[in-house]
């Protein structure tokens, strides 16, 4: 997406170079028709100055000229002058997501790392003899180094986790603003009001005061869109904790997990 926003910028500047060098390309054909005829009218008086006849084609407007600027015409009605806020709030949820699967990749690793706990945890809970609890403690004494949890592999699943929220939050924080059409339109109103382009805004995340801000660079006045509700655009994007955990539950990454889908068909693929 970041790829993409610069591929927009670059066709922005794209539309108006066109309409410039087309129709500068017309404008240079026009200067050399009246300076011809120009030099025409005063030669051609005083029986001198003739050309070797093909002087005029030089100044002859071509199809592929004509073609070039209507074309040109066409395309800067799509000319964005203040840039578009909504492919900028979409590129930096692209980047946040970037980061999440960053972040979701070391925490899987480490899951994976942690993970016999969910081993040593079924195993007894389901001894309910002598026999089979004995059982338990051999499979510890014969497996106690695989089974050993290191404070390396927590602090990472523990960062990870934190590293995950962080990003998505912020991912829907951007997605929220972007997919709001009275969002868009209130900074696009901003980016105007200083003279600007979305590009050189500065667009942040503030989870505390949760909210996504807008700040320009020709003007130390904010513009900002609560998250909550809680003004007049009335995006509220919050979920509760509850809510949360039941979509986690029901999520594709949760059922095919150590827990969500058994231990034996993660660790193994031994799946019924």
Not at 121 to 134: D, F, H, I, R
Request: net charge negative; charged share 15%; aromatic share 8%.
């Amino acid at each position: 997406m970041i790829v993409a926003l610069l591929a927009t910028s670059f066709a922005q500047a794209n539309q108006l170079d066109n309409l410039i060098n087309a129709s500068q390309d017309i404008v240079n054909q026009i200067d050399t028709g009246i300076k011809l005829v120009g030099a025409a009218t005063e030669y051609s008086q005083y029986g001198q100055g003739m050309s070797d006849g093909s002087l005029a084609e030089t100044a002859h407007i071509t199809s592929a000229q004509i073609e070039a600027y209507n074309t040109a015409l066409m395309d800067i009605q799509e000319y964005q002058p203040y840039g578009s806020v909504t492919d900028v709030l979409e590129a930096k949820a692209a980047q946040e997501l970037s980061l999440m699967n960053d972040a979701v990749n070391v925490f899987t690793s480490a899951t994976v790392e942690i993970i016999q706990v969910a081993e040593i945890n079924n195993l007894a809970g389901e001894a309910n003899t002598p026999q089979e609890q004995a059982e338990v403690q051999s499979f510890v004494e014969n497996n106690q180094e695989m089974l050993m949890v290191s404070h390396e592999s927590v602090q990472d699943f523990n960062e990870s986790l934190t590293d995950i929220e962080t990003h998505a939050n912020s991912a829907v924080a951007y997605m929220s603003v972007a997919a709001s059409p009275e969002a868009v339109a209130f900074f696009e109103q901003g980016v105007e009001s200083a003279n600007t382009t979305a590009e050189q805004t500065s667009i942040l995340y503030d989870a505390n005061r949760q909210w996504v801000q807008m700040g320009y660079n020709t003007t130390r006045n904010l513009s900002a869109v609560m998250l909550n509700g809680t003004d007049g655009i009335g995006l509220n994007v919050y979920a509760t904790e509850a809510e949360i955990l039941i979509a986690g539950s029901q999520s594709e990454f949760y059922l095919t997990s150590p827990l969500g889908g058994g231990f034996d068909c993660y660790m193994t693929g031994g799946c019924e």
